[in-house]
């Protein structure tokens, strides 16, 4: 099998699947205090979180453990717009960001609230102009994400956040940097932003865990309510393996990352060539170069749409991903592709392949012989002709 | 969540499509749907003695586009016309061994292809006119290609359409068409039933303006 959908998801590494096993059925004592057995768990969960600080370069800040990336984004929005004054909030993100984003500004918009997603430009990429222009005294939060999830451009996080600070030094920023952890290099002293969120299972950890990092405490309001545990932010049982399971995912994938950009650009580069080499009338989405992360290809195949391409090379035992509205579950257009210009036709027939750890450079060549084909046949069965 | 699954006999469909490409000389033929939203069919027939002696259809689509394309193709070969224009995308489906309610929008459009391509012949070379009048029953009947992709019913049937009205001329707004629509707000098919809507209404060029609203019953 040629699996390249690892901006779905990854599977669990061994070294995090050896470090997660302990905690399943021999030491499942959650961290009570007073006990023996409680507060070896306590240990546990503080060398966690010191693996989290010191994998993005803190010594000292705030990790809040939750159910994923999308509930991290969630309680950074809401935490700090509970007690907000709605109209007189001003939030701002881009078109692009990731739905765990945009879907909560959207119903704060509802409520009342100013809600900016501004526009990128035709690579995906965010001016830094245009952002400061959206800024004002009212902005509560500017959320941004390093990677995007779909077309693999890669906004200039330093540049954005370094002017954000010039308006105003205490506007609350939120870095989802979920797609970015396996090949950036994260330092979150230079960084500047207020609140980092990240995924464990697109980082070779497990499922249902996500992150929130803070250099300093406080600045949320809790959302969620039930028994203090851990965390006032994600109150009830914690999550003992998963935790271990994220940390050491992260500690790994930030020790690596020159590694796998090497790794994945050489495929990353490869694939580019020999699509663009034989498969005619395709057109990359997003940018090319530097600007795009170096574990994302995604290109529209005119005339075409994306479900029967994935569903044929599924046959061939072939893993990617489609942003035809066909194949997602609410049939909507890929909203991503439509803010960076591409009509419906070009979204419908768009493939996300993404590479990782276990590929390698010999699956390039099958995978394009045995897509060339597909497309060809079902280009020539198309109403839409050239 | 529901997985969604195509039948073994879909996908023989999808793989092998029976009767694709395009005829030459055809005796009628049309094209329904749009790439905008998503699928778009193409049919072509050769009629003689008042039966389909070929057929064949082109599709962009994904599978479930290509196989129902496929199938009833295959149910109206060698059927006399006023048979096959009493084919349904029941008739279609069930063939198929089911479809994935999300994807019974792609029968209907299959089955309207075939009719449009019917239509085209009888017009052409029967001088039978399809012009209907367009009326509020007339836009019931339109609306009822409209699919909720989470029931696998139209939204007529569904009784998902609360109000329709259709200013004629002589009315006030000659060409408005107001409906109510009642989706919840946790539904997913919401955005998709509405583009779905108004894409079957701005097809009919005595449309000029649609004031479509959503409301929660």
Redesign the interface.
Known sequence: MIYMDHYRTTPVSPEVKRAMEPFWSEQFYLPVSFTRMGTDTAEVLDNAKARVLTSLGLSQGEVIFTGGGTAANNLVIHGLMRDADLSQSSLVSTQIDHPSITTPLEFYRKKGAKVSLLKVDGEGLLDPDRLKENLSPQTRLVALTWVNHTIGSVQDISSLVKMIREVDDKIPVLLDATMAVNSMDIDMRDLGVDYLTLSAHKIYGPKGMGAIVAPRKGGLKPTLFGAVSESVYWPGGENIPGIVGLSVALEQAQQRTDKYSNHTLTIREALMKALEREIPDIVLNGPRGEKRVSDNVNYSFR???G??VM??LD?ENIVVATG????S?????NYILSAIGR???MA?GSLRITPGWSNSLDEVEPLVETLKPIVERLRA????KK | ?AVIKYTDKVLEH??N?HN??ELENPDGAA?VGS????????VFLKVENDKIQDISF??????S??ATGSIVTDLAKGLPVEDAKKLTWKDAVDKLGGLPP?KVHCSVLAVDGLRAAIQDYESKHLGISHERAVDESFLLDELKKVIH?GLGVNIIDAKLVKYLRFQGEGDEKPGLVEIEISLEETD??R??VLEEIHEHLEAIPQVQEIDAKVVEY
């Open positions: 005339f075409i749409e479900e029967s569903m044929f046959f035809s509205a066909c194949a579950s609410d049939l909507k257009v009509d419906h036709e419908h069965q198309s109403t839409i | 969540m999808f793989k499509p694709v490409g094209t790439p905008a939203c998503g699928d778009q069919v193409s082109l599709s962009y689509g994904c599978a586009n290509i999300v992709p997913p098919y955005h998709n």
